[in-house]
Nanobody
Framework: VQLQASGGGLVQAGDSLRLSCVVSGGTGNSYTIGWLRQTPGKEREFVAALWRTTATTYYADSVKGRFTISRDKAKNTVYLQMNSLKPEDTGVYYC??????????????????WGQGTLVTVSS
């Protein structure tokens, strides 16, 4: 499976940005796709995920209500709509995937496939 993320950029606090992740290769019904990020001085962390084929969404508390993960099956693309961005959202955002169990959804190490990352910078 290959994942290619794009859409990062420099924005001001309060602005919106949409990231895209094109997924290619056979994922099957048990594949979960998520967005994770690495912010300055911190470990890589979970942001949001679409759980397997049910597409149930999960979010980190820090982004809940501001970010929305969605997918367009026809385009094999997963999106992360980010609204009301804050300076602390600055970081490299990765789309990642894997055949995870639910309890591992929020743990970056359990994602087996990673895209190249896209940089999001939010100025105050």
């Amino acid at each position: 499976v290959q994942l290619q993320a794009s859409g990062g950029g420099l924005v001001q606090a309060g602005d919106s940005l949409r990231l895209s992740c094109v997924v290619s290769g056979g994922t099957g019904n048990s594949y979960t796709i998520g967005w994770l990020r690495q912010t300055p001085g911190k470990e890589r962390e979970f942001v949001a995920a679409l759980w397997r084929t049910t597409a149930t969404t999960y979010y980190a508390d820090s982004v809940k209500g501001r970010f929305t993960i969605s997918r367009d099956k026809a385009k094999n693309t997963v999106y992360l709509q980010m609204n009301s961005l804050k300076p602390e959202d600055t970081g490299v955002y990765y789309c990642a995937g894997g055949r995870l169990i639910l309890s591992s959804l929020r743990v970056p190490d359990y994602y087996s496939d990673w895209g190249q990352g896209t940089l999001v910078t939010v100025s105050s």
